[in-house]
């Protein structure tokens, strides 16, 4: 079985900090992602990387940066925090193969006071 | 108009009842199906993956697609109250097969 883990299931802290969400797949996945869930929004892809130091915006980067020194870690940075990016964090993984679905971990939940 | 279309509910149906979600898509580039499952706080997790139109059942879940309508469905039968969670639909672009594509969820809510 796949298995994605999220290092924190909460985390709580304040405007302004620089706050690092970090993620491990065990699959030897080439593709990770990372979205935010939010209520009535649905799931919105924040950043997604394809391969090794290669990353790729998604549809709400701003406020984020991304990096992936390993092929098995995918970490999320919110540079300076802010009240607006409490949410849902969820990280996926899946091979880069055609149609493959992705595998997710059990999120972080994040607030920023 | 959103790429894929879902109710966002909430659904509300006793125990032993047969479920019906579905969702609509725009694009017929869109080649791939899933349904995911996600209970409270926990992540998504994937329920049933088509790719061709038809259905494709597994245990008491079966996914039917029809491309030519543009309509994917998930079916429950002899619903549980384990099965209370929120689904989502998904689909991928056959040409741009590394994003997918969300519907907002519907919420299920199976009452003993």
């Known amino acids: 079985d796949v298995k994605v883990t999220q290092s924190s299931r909460y985390l709580v802290k304040r405007t302004g900090e620089k706050v690092f969400l970090e993620c491990v797949q065990d699959m030897d996945h080439e593709n990770m992602f990372w979205y935010r869930q939010d209520p009535g929004l649905g799931l919105r892809l924040i950043y997604f990387s394809y391969d090794v130091k290669m990353k790729e915006k998604g549809d709400i980067p701003e406020g984020y940066s991304v990096s992936r020194e390993k092929k098995e870690r995918f970490s999320l940075i919110l540079e300076s925090a802010s009240t607006n990016q409490t949410s849902m964090y969820l990280c996926?993984?899946?091979?880069?193969?055609?149609?493959?679905?992705?595998?997710f971990g059990d999120g972080t939940r994040l607030s920023i006071l | 108009q959103k790429e894929v279309e879902q109710d966002p509910g909430p659904l509300s149906v006793p125990e032993g009842a047969i479920v019906s979600l579905n969702c609509t898509y725009s694009?017929?580039?869109?080649?791939?199906f899933m349904w995911y499952r996600q209970y409270s706080r926990k992540g998504p997790e994937l329920l049933m993956y088509?790719?061709s139109s038809g259905n494709k059942e597994d245990g008491r879940f079966t996914a039917q697609v029809d491309k030519s309508s543009k309509y994917i469905s998930l079916f429950i039968r002899d619903s549980q109250p384990s099965d209370s969670a929120t689904y989502l639909c998904?689909?991928?672009?056959?040409?741009?097969?590394?994003?997918?594509?969300w519907g907002l969820g519907t919420s299920l809510a199976v009452n003993p």
């Open positions: 088509t790719y």
């Open positions: 998904a689909t991928l672009n056959a040409g741009n097969n590394r994003k997918l594509i």
């Open positions: 996926a993984s899946r091979k880069n193969f055609a149609g493959q679905p992705q595998h």
């Open positions: 694009n017929s580039a869109f080649q791939y």
